[in-house]
């Protein structure tokens, strides 16, 4: 092959690399119910009042609490893509935000692009995928991207210093879209310490530090919001899932998640290409330090991922630029590009089709749809003018913000920071983990009505105890249920014809279940799945089956539906083996559409152990420990068949 065939390749295999970018940033917007609502009613009263609120005025439980808040210019920015083209001119705007970030990446590595570069941008958005949703750090993944073409510009001689005095402008823009602005000093710190051991610091170098470390003043809070990543944490008594370390989430999930096997081989690759230059160490504590940053923080913080994807890209390139694999080995290089280049293609063809999303264990949707679950439950809730004050969940409360303010005022939101640590840690979780506690503070709130998110808060003991002992009170009758949503109303006389016209019992909750699944968006999964797992979840087998055979007729290649239908007919519809054929055969039909759950393979087991099958059942097994040793139930099947 000759040169211009490299050429190509190469281009090619860049070219795939950033529609593969632009199909992964081209996701529905699966986080409706969390920030996204709360920062453009923010954004809406900073632009109409030309002020930055300094307290966390949107709930009524803590109004006058101080908050600072560190992304107002981020509200801003969204709203105005909200009064442009609504919530799909911001799923659009942050695909142009994203592309525009790995853009300036690209233009760092342009020079040096092989086989490993284009390995390096791939991982990259693998692991860039779990932080893709609108939130402000978005931001952050450009602004970064910029620091790193302008230092890397200068570093290789191609611009001069004066270059560098955009960094601070970036830097007061940055104090104000997204917290972690510090990684500013990261960048900026690193190219320091490595222009001092290179022996090429310049006075005007140190003088731009100063400026950037002083261009975080320029913010409504001032000292206060540029010291505020030293004391965030202060206030949270909460966990929140993104904050956790990634080990903590590893050993509760039991096993490494796909995306964190892939963070472990990004890593792999980096010390590699650092071992390659060791040689030229000096020349590359920019990057050493910044890694070793950055590895640091997302190992503490699992979402720190998103910022450690950004950096990973050209860090890989610049690292392995001296390789020379190009002309080193060029055969190996351009197989490699055109195996890329295939690959690129299947990872693009299993974003279209969900594939990707479904591997990864993401709610996200290729596609630009909005759940509706949210809007289902506000529609219910200000048409049948159901009173306040409400109780829900955090997860929903900024959704409940933007649409109902300030009519209503949420009881809590995601902000852990905008609360104090008493109303977490003596009013929120005692309410939930205590019936009692919820009686009387209830009482004490006034609360009239309940909007929880079931998805969210049957995953929390707490929650679990909550909703189990809520849905037996009958001072609370249900009176709204959707793929997410549970809204609860206290029972008074003048509440009493509303619950008469739509309290849901055991009596017409199939028929209920029925006539909102015909609301659904077929192209949805999520929908069905999600309603349905929550129905399995509180023994409403018979009304769980409904979404989960309504998923089967209009999706009869998704694995889901058959698998789940057949695990709810197990656990409560196969008392004398009546249904035991059917179960059989559609968990069969999951596994061949590629379902891989270690409880299926139990229920096969056992069922076939049942018929006296034990050829089949000790195979069924097996894999069912294989793919989970730590479950008790397996672990006594397994002892009793195989062992």
């Known amino acids: 092959m000759d040169p211009m065939t490299t050429k190509w390749l190469t281009w090619a295999a860049v070219g795939a690399c950033f529609v593969a970018a632009a199909f992964l940033f081209f996701h529905n917007l699966a986080v409706i119910n969390e920030d996204i609502g709360r920062h453009i009613k923010l954004g809406e009263i900073i632009w109409q009042s030309r002020s930055v609120p300094h307290t966390n005025l949107l709930s009524y439980t803590a109004p006058d609490f101080p908050f600072?808040?560190?992304?107002?210019?981020?509200?801003?920015?969204?709203?105005?893509?909200?009064?442009?083209g609504g919530l799909t001119g911001i799923m659009?705007?942050?695909?142009?935000?994203?592309?525009?970030?790995?853009?300036?990446?690209?233009?760092?590595?342009?020079?040096?692009?092989?086989?490993?570069?284009?390995?390096?941008?791939?991982?990259?958005?693998?692991?860039?995928?779990?932080?893709?949703?609108?939130?402000?750090?978005?931001?952050?993944?450009l602004i970064a991207s910029v620091f790193l073409f302008v230092i890397y510009r200068v570093r290789e001689g191609k611009s001069g210093v004066n270059l560098l005095w955009l960094l601070p402008a970036l830097e007061l823009l940055w104090v104000n879209f997204h917290i972690y602005f510090v990684i500013g000093f990261v960048i900026y710190g690193a190219f320091l310490i490595e222009r001092f051991f290179l022996k090429k610091l310049t006075q005007k170098e140190i003088v731009i530090g100063i400026a950037l470390v002083l261009a975080t003043l320029v913010n409504p809070n001032g000292l206060r919001g540029a010291l505020y990543p030293l004391t965030i944490f202060n206030n949270y008594s909460i966990p929140i899932a993104e904050n956790y370390p990634i080990l903590e989430l590893v050993r509760h999930y039991h096993s490494w998640i796909f995306p964190?096997?892939?963070?472990?081989?990004?890593?792999?690759?980096?010390?590699?290409?650092?071992?390659?230059?060791?040689?030229?160490?000096?020349?590359?504590?920019?990057?050493?330090?910044?890694?070793?940053?950055?590895?640091?923080?997302?190992?503490?913080?699992?979402?720190?991922?998103?910022?450690?994807?950004?950096?990973?890209?050209?860090?890989?390139?610049?690292?392995?630029?001296?390789?020379?694999?190009?002309?080193?080995?060029?055969?190996?290089?351009?197989?490699?590009?055109?195996?890329l280049i295939v690959f690129a293609a299947f990872f693009i063809n299993s974003i279209r089709t969900n594939a990707f999303y479904e591997n990864v264990n993401s709610q996200s949707r290729?596609?630009?749809?909005?759940?509706?679950?949210?809007?289902?439950?506000?529609?219910?809730?200000?048409?049948?003018?159901?009173?306040?004050?409400?109780?829900?969940?955090l997860g929903i409360g900024s959704y409940l913000e933007w649409k109902l303010y300030p009519a209503q005022k949420a009881f809590s939101d995601d902000r852990p920071e905008a609360y104090p640590v008493s109303f977490w840690q003596d009013v929120y979780i005692p309410m939930q983990a205590d019936y009692r506690i919820w009686r009387q503070k209830s009482t004490d709130y006034g609360i009239?009505?309940?909007?929880?998110?079931?998805?969210?808060?049957?995953?929390?003991?707490?929650?679990?105890?909550?909703?189990?002992?809520?849905?037996?009170?009958?001072?609370?009758?249900?009176?709204?249920?959707?793929?997410?949503?549970?809204?609860?109303?206290?029972?008074?006389k003048d509440t009493q014809q509303l619950v008469d016209a739509y309290a849901i019992n055991d009596r017409n909750i199939e028929s209920r279940v029925r006539e909102m699944t015909?609301?659904?968006?077929?192209?949805?999964?999520?929908?069905?799945r999600e309603l349905g797992d929550f129905l399995y979840k509180i023994d409403q087998f018979q009304a769980a089956l409904i979404p989960y055979q309504k998923l089967m007729n209009i999706q009869p290649d998704n694995s889901y539906g058959y698998e789940r239908h057949a695990?709810?007919?197990?656990?409560?519809?196969?008392?004398?083996?009546?249904?035991?054929?059917?179960?059989?055969?559609?968990?069969?039909?999951?596994?061949?559409?590629?379902?891989?759950?270690?409880?299926?393979?139990?229920?096969?087991?056992?069922?076939?152990?049942?018929?006296?099958?034990?050829?089949?059942?000790?195979?069924?097994?097996?894999?069912?420990?294989?793919?989970?040793?730590?479950?008790?139930?397996?672990?006594?099947?397994?002892?009793?068949l195989v062992r």
């Open 448 to 492: 009239r009505s309940v909007i929880i998110d079931h998805e969210s808060i049957v995953n929390h003991p707490a929650g679990q105890n909550f909703l189990s002992s809520v849905l037996k009170d009958p001072d609370w009758p249900l009176v709204f249920i959707n793929d997410r949503i549970l809204i609860f109303v206290k029972r008074s």
């Open 366 to 393: 290729f596609g630009l749809s909005v759940p509706k679950f949210m809007q289902q439950a506000v529609d219910f809730f200000q048409h049948n003018n159901l009173p306040g004050p409400i109780f829900n969940d």
């Open 567 to 640: 695990l709810t007919l197990a656990a409560g519809n196969n008392k004398n083996g009546e249904n035991t054929d059917l179960i059989l055969a559609e968990l069969k039909k999951a596994i061949a559409l590629g379902a891989n759950d270690a409880s299926d393979y139990f229920v096969i087991a056992f069922l076939s152990a049942a018929k006296n099958d034990m050829a089949n059942a000790r195979i069924a097994i097996q894999k069912a420990h294989d793919l989970n040793p730590y479950n008790k139930r397996i672990l006594s099947l397994y002892s009793q």
């Open 92 to 141: 659009i705007a942050k695909i142009f935000i994203l592309l525009a970030a790995y853009a300036f990446l690209f233009l760092i590595i342009k020079e040096w692009v092989n086989s490993i570069t284009v390995l390096g941008f791939l991982l990259s958005l693998a692991l860039i995928s779990m932080r893709t949703d609108p939130r402000p750090e978005i931001f952050t993944y």
């Open 68 to 84: 600072v808040n560190h992304h107002w210019l981020s509200e801003v920015v969204f709203y105005g893509f909200y009064n442009f």
């Open 260 to 339: 964190y096997k892939l963070f472990l081989a990004s890593i792999a690759i980096i010390v590699l290409g650092i071992i390659l230059r060791f040689g030229k160490f000096k020349q590359h504590l920019f990057e050493i330090i910044i890694f070793i940053f950055l590895v640091i923080s997302s190992f503490q913080l699992a979402r720190n991922i998103g910022i450690y994807a950004i950096f990973s890209f050209p860090a890989t390139a610049v690292l392995f630029q001296d390789f020379n694999i190009r002309e080193k080995f060029p055969i190996f290089n351009k197989v490699a590009l055109g195996g």
């Open 518 to 528: 015909e609301t659904f968006d077929h192209s949805d999964d999520l929908s069905y």
